[in-house]
C-alpha cells in the first residue's frame, strides 16, 4: 500500500505543478462553454446593414402590408430609445412586378442582384395564399436569400403576412373590423414553477416564473463538468502509459513494485487531481452562483453524488485507459484506440438533450442504467426539476461499483502482461484472452 501510495503522490504531483495544469483548468471551462459565453457576450452584436428585399406578390394583396409592417417595424425598433444608436438592421421591402411571360428568368435576375450585394432576398408569393387550394405552387410563399434557412428576416415576415391574410378572410366573412383585432388577439403560455409550503411558517409560497436557461443551466454545467474532469484525468493516463512502456520507464519501476501497484498508483494520482479540479470548477460555480442571486439553483443535494459518481467513473475509465495504455506499442496504436475509449463518453454527451427532455422515459432511465454511461446521464437526470425515482440513483451506483470492480479487475490482469508486452498489437482478442488467462 505504501508504494501504491508513493505512485499516486508521484503522479498527482507530475500533474499538478506543470503549467499544463493549471492553464488547462482555466481555459477548458471557456472551450466547453465558449459558445454560451460568445453568445451573451454578442447577442447584441448584429449587422445593422439595411436589409433590401423584393417581393414578387401574385395575389397582389400583400406586398402593401409588407411595406407597411416594415415602415412601422422600422420606425420602433432599429434605433435604441436611449442612446439613440441604431442596433438593428432596416427592413425594405421592394415591390416588383410578377414577369409570366419569363418567371424563371426574373427569379435569375433577381439573384444575380443578391450575389452583387444588391438585395438581400426576394420573396415570391403565390396568387391563391388567401384561400389556399390543392395546387401547392399558387399557394406557396418562398423566400430566396443566401443564408435563407437561418434568416431572421424569413422569420420575422411570417407574422405580418399571415396577420393580413387572417384580416381579409374574417373581413369578406363580414365580421367587422372594430372586433378583427379582438379575435386575433394572441396570449402567451407563461412557464410556472410548482406551488410550495414553507416550511417555517407554513404559508403557501406562490409559483416562480420558470426560466428554460435556469432549468437546463446546473443540469447541463454538472455534466459538462463531470466530462470535462474524466477527459483531463483519465484519457491521457492512455498515453501516459504507453509513454512510460516505450521509454522503458515502466521497466525500472516494475524492478520494485508490482504491475496491479503501479497502475493503481497512477489511478489513483488520478483521482487526486480530479477531486483538486472539481473543487475548484464547484466551489467557482457556487460562488458564481451566490453572486448572480440564484442561490436556490445550487443542487448541494445532489453534490454527494456527482462527487460519487465521479471517483467510481474515474476507477471504471481510468483502469480501461492503463490497461489499453499497456497494450499499446506506439502513438499510432494509442490513436486507434482513443476513439473506442471515449464511445460511452460521447454517446452520454449525444444523448444527454433527450434524457434532459425526459429524464423519466424509459429510454432515459436504461442508458442512464448503463454502467459506462450512468455517471454523466445519471447525474443529469438527478438535477433534473421534474425528478426521478429515488430507488435508480442507487441501483445506477450499484451498478457501476460492479463493472468498476471487474474493470479493476479486468484492467489489471491486461495491464500485467501488457506493460511488459513489446511489438504486439493491441488486437481486441488478444485484450480478451490477457484479460481471462492474465
Excluded at 64 to 76: E, F
Excluded at 120 to 139: C, M, N, Q, R
Excluded at 300 to 306: A, C, K, T
Excluded at 385 to 398: F, K
Aim: charge should be neutral.
Amino acid at each position: 500500500m505504501r508504494k501504491i501510495i508513493w505512485l499516486a503522490r508521484r503522479e498527482y504531483k507530475s500533474a499538478v505543478r506543470t503549467k499544463g495544469f493549471i492553464i488547462g483548468l482555466l481555459l477548458a471551462p471557456l472551450l466547453f462553454g465558449g459558445s454560451g459565453l460568445a453568445f451573451v457576450l454578442l447577442k447584441d452584436r448584429v449587422d445593422t446593414t439595411d436589409k433590401k428585399v423584393a417581393v414578387i406578390d401574385h395575389s397582389g394583396i400583400v406586398a402593401d402590408a409588407l411595406v407597411m409592417a416594415a415602415a412601422d417595424r422600422n420606425g420602433k425598433s432599429i434605433y435604441d430609445q436611449e442612446t439613440g444608436k441604431k442596433v438593428r438592421p432596416a427592413y425594405i421591402f421592394e415591390a416588383v412586378e410578377p414577369d409570366l411571360t419569363d418567371l424563371q428568368g426574373q427569379r435569375l435576375e433577381l439573384s444575380n442582384r443578391i450575389r452583387r450585394g444588391e438585395l438581400h432576398a426576394f420573396i415570391e408569393i403565390g396568387s391563391d395564399v388567401l384561400y389556399p387550394g390543392d395546387d401547392p405552387e399558387k399557394t406557396r410563399i418562398s423566400y430566396h436569400a443566401k443564408n435563407a434557412a437561418i434568416d431572421n428576416l424569413r422569420g420575422w415576415m411570417e407574422w405580418p403576412i399571415n396577420n393580413h391574410l387572417r384580416h381579409l378572410r374574417l373581413a369578406e366573412a363580414g365580421v367587422e373590423k372594430s372586433s378583427i383585432d379582438r379575435m386575433l388577439s394572441w396570449l402567451g403560455v407563461e412557464g410556472m414553477g410548482l406551488v410550495s409550503m414553507d416550511a417555517e411558517t407554513g404559508a403557501v409560497k406562490e409559483a416562480k416564473r420558470s426560466s428554460e436557461a435556469e432549468i437546463i443551466l446546473t443540469p447541463i454545467a454538472l455534466m459538462m463538468l463531470m466530462y470535462l474532469i474524466l477527459l483531463m484525468t483519465t484519457l491521457p493516463l492512455l498515453h501516459s502509459v504507453m509513454e512510460e512502456k516505450t521509454q522503458r520507464i515502466a521497466e525500472v519501476l516494475l524492478g520494485s513494485v508490482r504491475p496491479f501497484e503501479f497502475m493503481a498508483g497512477k489511478i489513483l494520482g488520478g483521482i487526486a487531481v480530479s477531486l483538486t479540479a472539481s473543487a475548484v470548477y464547484v466551489v467557482g460555480g457556487i460562488i458564481t452562483f451566490r453572486l448572480m442571486g440564484m442561490d436556490e439553483y445550487i443542487p448541494y443535494h445532489v453534490l454527494p453524488w456527482f462527487f460519487a459518481f465521479l471517483i467510481l467513473a474515474i476507477l471504471m475509465y481510468g483502469s480501461i485507459f492503463a490497461a489499453l495504455g499497456s497494450a499499446c506499442s506506439n502513438s499510432k496504436d494509442a490513436q486507434s484506440l482513443t476513439f473506442p475509449a471515449m464511445l460511452p463518453l460521447i454517446i452520454s454527451w449525444f444523448v444527454f438533450m433527450p434524457v434532459l427532455q425526459e429524464p423519466a422515459t424509459g429510454f432515459a432511465t436504461w442508458f442512464s442504467l448503463f454502467p459506462l454511461c450512468t455517471p454523466m446521464l445519471m447525474m443529469l437526470r438527478l438535477t433534473s426539476p421534474i425528478g426521478i425515482p429515488a430507488w435508480q440513483p442507487w441501483v445506477g451506483l450499484a451498478g457501476v461499483m460492479i463493472f468498476t470492480i471487474m474493470a479493476i479487475w479486468a484492467g489489471g490482469r491486461i495491464f500485467r502482461v501488457g506493460i511488459l508486452m513489446q511489438g504486439t498489437p493491441p488486437k481486441f482478442s488478444n485484450l480478451l484472452r490477457w484479460a481471462i488467462r492474465g
